[in-house]
């Protein structure tokens, strides 16, 4: 599917056009105005499915504060930018710890202090903020002289486009998603009263239905590993 495409459909949601019309230059031009608008806001919702990474880091010695994104201490794949961490583990040698999800930085701050004076290869705690340009990333305690590695989940932005004759490849819903959600970003902009209600019901279905696959596929805190000293 094209990303004209998406413009055509949500412009017969709106009632616009009907299916049989060929969509105007005019209007095809008026929705690209939005349409990387919406994906920006789509991404500030966490809607990651198509655009989440999972890394592997070194740590460093003694250092438990890192920075996560392009030109940080853990430099993403791609110099992508990193909007959210979602999961985490750490291994040294064939000693694994999985710890599900980040703690927040409040979190984090309170569980540290009770591994004050520890060292270990891996971290028992891992906290993160979603801070922009870079992520802050905290672990704990600090690695040791032979420290290990840290597996992060991220999820970045959904890219935007650059014309409207772009290909899209995105898992199944997204571009039911997209369609319903464009409809409503531009329903200020051509009004039809006897469709907004469907509009915005089928845009917050299309949503949820993406949010639960997310929730489905997100990595759940598992129970730890031992500890490499």
Same mark, same amino acid.
């Given at each position: 599917?094209?990303?004209?495409?998406?413009?055509?459909?949500?412009?017969?949601?709106?009632?616009?056009?009907?299916?049989?019309?060929?969509? $105007?230059?005019?209007?095809?031009?008026?929705?690209?105005?939005?349409?990387?608008?919406?994906?920006?806001?789509?991404?500030?919702?966490? *809607?990651?499915?198509? =655009?989440?990474?999972?890394?592997?880091?070194?740590?460093?010695?003694?250092?438990?504060?890192?920075? *996560?994104?392009? &030109?940080?201490?853990?430099?993403?794949?791609?110099?992508?930018? /990193?909007?959210?961490?979602?999961?985490?583990?750490?291994?040294?040698?064939?000693?694994?710890?999985?710890?599900?999800?980040?703690?927040?930085?409040?979190?984090?701050?309170?569980?540290?202090?009770?591994?004050?004076?520890?060292?270990?290869?891996?971290?028992?705690?891992?906290? /993160?903020?979603?801070?922009?340009?870079?992520?802050?990333?905290?672990?704990?305690?600090?690695?040791?002289?032979? $420290? &290990?590695?840290?597996?992060?989940?991220?999820?970045?932005? *959904?890219?935007?486009?650059?014309? /409207? &004759?772009?290909?899209?490849?995105? $898992? $199944? &819903?997204?571009?039911? *998603?997209?369609?319903?959600?464009?409809?409503?970003?531009?329903?200020?902009?051509?009004?039809?009263?006897?469709?907004?209600?469907?509009?915005?019901?089928? /845009?917050?279905?299309?949503?949820?239905?993406?949010?639960?696959? =997310?929730?489905?596929?997100?990595?759940?805190?598992?129970?730890?590993?031992?500890?490499?000293?």
């Amino acid at each position: 599917m094209l990303v004209s495409d998406v413009f055509q459909q949500a412009f017969e949601d709106l009632g616009v056009i009907t299916a049989n019309e060929t969509i $105007p230059t005019a209007l095809a031009t008026d929705a690209f105005t939005q349409w990387n608008e919406m994906l920006d806001s789509l991404s500030a919702e966490g *809607l990651e499915v198509p =655009n989440q990474i999972m890394q592997t880091f070194g740590l460093s010695a003694g250092v438990e504060a890192y920075t *996560l994104g392009s &030109g940080g201490t853990f430099a993403t794949t791609g110099g992508a930018r /990193a909007m959210k961490v979602t999961a985490w583990r750490a291994a040294y040698g064939g000693v694994l710890q999985n710890g599900g999800k980040p703690l927040s930085m409040a979190e984090f701050g309170s569980a540290s202090r009770q591994s004050l004076g520890e060292t270990t290869s891996i971290p028992k705690v891992v906290g /993160a903020d979603t801070s922009y340009p870079l992520i802050n990333i905290r672990v704990a305690p600090p690695p040791s002289a032979a $420290p &290990g590695t840290l597996e992060l989940a991220y999820y970045t932005p *959904l890219s935007n486009n650059v014309t /409207a &004759g772009d290909t899209l490849a995105l $898992p $199944p &819903g997204w571009n039911s *998603l997209l369609e319903w959600n464009l409809a409503k970003h531009l329903y200020s902009r051509y009004p039809s009263p006897s469709r907004k209600d469907l509009i915005w019901q089928m /845009a917050q279905e299309k949503k949820d239905a993406i949010k639960l696959q =997310n929730a489905m596929q997100s990595p759940a805190p598992n129970a730890s590993a031992p500890e490499g000293q």
